[in-house]
C-alpha cells in the first residue's frame, strides 16, 4: 500500500522554526515536496526535490524554507525557518510514482503571536 505519513506540524510565533517531516512507503518516489493551502487561498507550491536533488522554492519562501530527503529512508522534511503570518496554512507531502502522485493527509502550520 502506497501512503505518506507528515508530521512536524502546529503553532510557533513569528521569526520561530518548525520543521516538517513526510515518510513514504510503498513504492519509489521521483519527485516529492510539499504543497500548502490558506483557508480562502489556491493550493499553492512550496518545494520540491527530485531523486537526484535538484530543488524548486517558491518566491516567497526562498532563503527562509530548505527542502531535502532521505532516499533510504523515503523521508521528505521541510524545514521552516523565518515564519511568518503568511505562512500560515495546511502543509500537504506529495510523493510522484510512475503510475500517480500520492498526498498526504496534511499538516496545520500556525504562525501568530
Known amino acids: 500500500q502506497v501512503q505518506l505519513v507528515e508530521s512536524g506540524g502546529g503553532l510557533v510565533q513569528p521569526g520561530g522554526s518548525l520543521r516538517l517531516s513526510c515518510a513514504a512507503s510503498?513504492?519509489?518516489?521521483?519527485?516529492m515536496g510539499w504543497y500548502r493551502q490558506a483557508p480562502g487561498k489556491e493550493r499553492e507550491l512550496v518545494a520540491s526535490?527530485?531523486?537526484?536533488?535538484?530543488?524548486y522554492y517558491t518566491d516567497s519562501v526562498k532563503g527562509r524554507f530548505t527542502i531535502s530527503r532521505n532516499n533510504v529512508k523515503n523521508t521528505v522534511y521541510l524545514q521552516m525557518n523565518s515564519l511568518k503570518p503568511e505562512d500560515t496554512a495546511v502543509y500537504y507531502c506529495?510523493?510522484?510514482?510512475?503510475?500517480?502522485?500520492?498526498w498526504g493527509q496534511g499538516t496545520q502550520v500556525t504562525v501568530s503571536s
Open positions: 510503498g513504492s519509489i518516489f521521483s519527485t
Open positions: 526535490i527530485t531523486r537526484s536533488y535538484s530543488t
Open positions: 506529495y510523493a510522484e510514482t510512475v503510475l500517480s502522485t500520492i
